[in-house]
Structure formats: C-alpha cells, structure tokens
C-alpha cells in the first residue's frame, strides 16, 4: 500500500513540474515576442487533459488554471500574428502554392503567356566543356555504390566529467571561473571594438576542436548572466552581447535554446567566412 501510494504522489511531482514547465514556456513566449506558433497548443492542451483527473488539492487545480490560461495568452498572441500579417498584406507561399496547384491547367498556360519573357542563348558544347564532362562521369563511383543505404546507429547521450572533458582538450586544466572570465573579457573587447558580434563568429576558430571549446564556455557565460544571446528568427541569425557585470539569473524567467555545433555547420562557417 505504502509503495503505491508513494508512487501515486510520484506521479502528481511530475505533473506538477510538467505544468510549470508549459507556464514557463508560454511566458518566455510572451516576454520575449518571440513567434507564438512555436507553441504546438493542441500538444499541451491534451497534456492537460491528461493530467486533470489527477488532482484533489485546491493547490493543483489552481496551478491547471494557471497553465490553461497561459495557453489562452498564446492562442490570443497567434491571433494578433494573424491579423498582422493579414494588415500588412502578407501571403503565406504555403497558401499561394495551395492557389497555383487549384488552377486549371488552361487559366496556367493563359497566365504563363502573358508573364513569359524569353531569353535567346546560343550554346555550344566545346571540346573544353566535352572533356570535363567526360572526367566527371568517369570520377562518379558505380550505382551500387551510390545508392547504398546508410544504416541506422542508435547513440545513447551520457554526461561527462571535468576531468574527461580536459583530456579530450575541451577545457584547459586551469580554474574554471578564470577561464569563463576570460572568454568574457575577450568578448567584451571584441564588441568594444566592432560592435554587435555574431554567435558563430566569436566562437569560431580554426580547429573544429577549439569551436567546440568556445561553444561550451560560451554556454557557461549565458547561463551565468555574463551574457545574453539575441535571436532574430526571421533572419536566422543569433548574436551574443556582454554583460557590463554577471546577471543573477536565480529568479529570473530562462528558456532553454540548443544551437548545433556540428562539424558540418564548422566547415560551412568556415567557408562562408573565406568567400
């Protein structure tokens, strides 16, 4: 009995942090301006659902209001989205491609005529342009090669020591902090002297392995209030902006943001920085 009922108030621990969680998520949307469409509503709501029969305490049933009227907030601010962008004569492309694919094929070819202006080019295969052909498809490897499938490898995440972490070359044996506060003096100087810096500009190095090293620092000097991340979604672009001292970031509201520091995304910093 003992141990079902210490399993039953697990469950209610749980559900309870998960409605906390969808309140945080859901103010950090509407503090932040950030796109309410991020917000998947009908996956919360069936959260909800789910765990509403579970609660008796006033408590409880105050904290499922809370989190109830959190989501009416961002429902409200999809709302307000949507009518902006109907006043600002936004087409979604979805709803434009949605148009084009109803048309008849005549009214296509009617419309196709009156907007089609040809170009005349003169092209010619030259003894040049056979030869890296011919080398090109030469280079190719076999079919069966090509169009071999990759198989699946499932990887479990596990955490790592600071010790570890120092042998793979991450992080040096010297004091943490006085890293950290490195990292943040150099970042503080660095937009001193050329203003608001992109995120992968300042982490980015010439070896993927000390990339790695600044992007795990860097997450440190966020996570500690020496500095802040800027996002603008609508660019794709992530900037990051000292601190003039630490943040106490204890009673604050925090959203979690991964940023990928594959090796692939290295290499297209990279040459994007060269061209």
């Not at 492309?93 to 008849?104: A, N």
Request: glycine share 4%.
């Amino acid at each position: 009995m003992g141990s079902l009922l210490s399993e039953k108030q697990r469950d209610i621990k749980e559900a309870r942090e998960e409605l906390q969680r969808i309140i945080g998520l859901c103010r950090s949307v509407e503090i932040k301006g950030l796109d309410p469409y991020i917000v998947d509503v009908d996956d919360l709501v069936k959260v909800i659902r789910d765990y509403f029969p579970m609660w008796k305490d006033s408590e409880d049933l105050c904290l499922d209001a809370e989190a109830v009227n959190s989501i009416a907030s961002v429902v409200r601010m999809q709302g307000e989205w949507v009518k902006r962008r109907a006043s600002a004569l936004y087409r979604d492309p979805f709803l434009i491609e949605e148009k084009v694919r109803g048309l008849p094929v005549d009214k296509m070819a009617e419309i196709f005529l009156k907007v089609w202006r040809p170009i005349i080019e003169l092209e010619q295969l030259t003894i040049k342009g056979f030869r890296e052909a011919l080398k090109y498809w030469s280079d190719l490897p076999p079919l069966n090669v090509r169009w071999q499938k990759i198989g699946y490898t499932k990887t479990e995440t596990e955490c790592v020591t600071r010790e570890e972490v120092i042998k793979e070359g991450v992080l040096s044996s010297e004091p943490f902090m006085a890293e950290l506060e490195k990292v943040w003096l150099e970042l503080k100087s660095r937009v001193l002297r050329d203003g608001k810096i992109r995120y992968w500009d300042f982490i980015g190095s010439e070896t993927y392995e000390d990339t790695v090293r600044r992007a795990y620092l860097t997450s440190f000097l966020v996570t500690y209030g020496y500095a802040n991340l800027q996002i603008n979604f609508s660019e794709d672009e992530i900037f990051i902006l000292p601190n003039e001292k630490p943040l106490n970031r204890e009673n604050s509201e925090t959203i979690s943001f991964p940023i990928s520091i594959s090796f692939e995304e290295w290499v297209r910093w990279k040459e994007k920085r060269r061209a």
